[in-house]
């Protein structure tokens, strides 16, 4: 029999099992983590002039891991996860799944600076896009609002609900003129 390690409680457990036996937590396979690293490639800079240079040279889409920066600020997304929560009180509609962003923010500038997570959204394939809101029972480190001094960095994550299997979900940034 092969096996693997709960990614959870770490116990042994049959490779093809789905829900760790011992701590009942839903198994993500790799192949899906993959392709869910392939669907949010794209963080869309929505600020005219984000990046300097020509419409033809400025770059506006970004893979995972790859650094958007603006005004000397430095944007990328960490990690991405799909999960059905590991409440059995929380739990996405019937039909979807949480879509969990870590998203990284650097202050290289000189100043201090504001920042929001209602100032990023999530685009699905039938172009609905839709501000943050979603809450898991395992969401320990959300981004929320605050100020970030010179310098200074913060990681945080942002959840949205979003139907399963979509292929095609973006994340823009829309700068807060208002803070």
Known sequence: MNTKKCKYCKSDIDAKAKICPNCKKKQSSIVGKIVLLVILVIIIVA???????????????????????????????????????????????????????????????????SYNALDWQMVNSDGVEDAWG????????????????AGGHIEGVLVWEQKIGDDNLRLRYYENYLM
């Open 47 to 113: 600020v005219a002039g984000a990046l300097g240079g020509s419409d033809e040279d400025r770059q506006i889409d970004f893979a995972q891991n790859e650094t958007a920066t603006y005004n000397d600020v430095s944007y990328s997304i960490v990690n991405v996860e799909k999960t059905q929560g590991t409440n059995e009180f929380i739990k996405p509609q019937e039909g979807y799944e949480y879509v969990k962003v870590t998203i990284r923010i650097e202050n290289n500038s000189d100043e201090k600076i």
């Open 134 to 149: 979603s809450i898991t029972a395992d969401d320990d480190n959300l981004l929320n609002s605050g100020e970030l001094d």
